[in-house]
Structures are given as structure tokens and as C-alpha cells.
């Protein structure tokens, strides 16, 4: 399934290699099924091919080694050093709810990231989907875009609950 992505041989060679080698032609297979482009469904799995080294270069051999520790390590620690994918947190979110669907990893009563934030954003996705309609990848996006509005208003308005925000501090985001 990562020819529908790639059309490298030595990346897809890469790919298959490491803890997530059986499992990475799953992840593109799923991914394809949410309705990824070539372009995001691409940049998804080259973080999951980055996450990959990084998991293995800490002694992971195998996918149910993996934890969520671990990835938000990813995230926080060897992401920035490279300044890769802004929206690396909601693409590694992929990567662990397949992980998780899969019964590869448990799923843990904590989610990949403790921002008190996720419980508002995760109910977001779901209206995304449930009442809009959108696809995986276009909900990705508004879902970034909406956690980088909420971090805003931590920064900025932090003494406003979210029930008290108008139009004039979206305004101020955005400008």
C-alpha cells in the first residue's frame, strides 16, 4: 500500500524497516481509506518513518514496545530539533490510533498529549466529522488551527474561559 504514496523504491524500503515494518502498509492502507491526498498521506508517513529511527535508536525493536511516553518524547524533544511538520501532533495521532485500533499497543486512559485542551478539541473533531462531514486530512487541519487558537487565548486571555471568547479575540488571533 505505500505505492500509493511513494513511488521510491529506497523509501519504501525504508519504511518497511524498523519497529513499525509491519505494520507501516497498514497505516498507509488506513490512511488511504480516511481519504489522504498523495501530499498529506505522504507527510504522515514520512513522520511515522522518522518516529520509526527515533524509536529504534532507543532500543524499541518491535511496534508493541511503543509507547505513548515515547511519542510524546518525539513530539517535544527530537521534532523541534528539526523544525519537521508543524502539524506533527495531530499527524502522530494517526500513527497511535491505528497503533491502538490494531490492538498493537493498549490504549491508556491518558491521550498522546496531557494539554487540557484535548477533551474541547477532541469533542471539535468529532462534530467534524459527525456534523460537517470532512474527511480525515481536513480535519486534521482544523483541528491544528483550532489548538494553536486555544494555545493563543492560554498566552494572551488566560483569565477568559472559553465561553467568553468573541469576536474580537479571534480577531486579534488572526491578525
Known sequence: MLEHFFKSRSCIQSLRQGPLS??????????????????????????????NQFAQAHGIQTAEQITEILVEGFIKEELPRHGVFRDAPSLMRH???????????????????????????????EHLRNARGLVPASRC???????????????????????????????????
Open 22 to 51: 509491519r505494520h507501516v502498509d497498514g497505516l498507509a492502507d488506513t490512511l488511504r481509506g480516511f481519504g489522504f491526498t498523495r501530499g498529506s498521506g505522504r507527510r504522515c508517513l514520512q513522520l511515522a518513518g522518522k518516529f
Open 95 to 125: 500513527l497511535w490510533d491505528y497503533l491502538c485500533e490494531q490492538r498493537i499497543v493498549p490504549k491508556s486512559a491518558a491521550t498522546v498529549s496531557d494539554d487540557p485542551s484535548n477533551a474541547v478539541l477532541h469533542g471539535y473533531d
Open 141 to 175: 487541519q482544523y483541528v491544528l488551527y483550532a489548538r494553536r487558537f486555544l494555545s493563543w487565548l492560554q498566552e494572551h486571555r488566560s483569565e477568559k474561559s472559553l465561553e467568553c471568547v468573541n469576536g474580537a479575540d479571534v480577531l486579534e488571533f488572526v491578525t
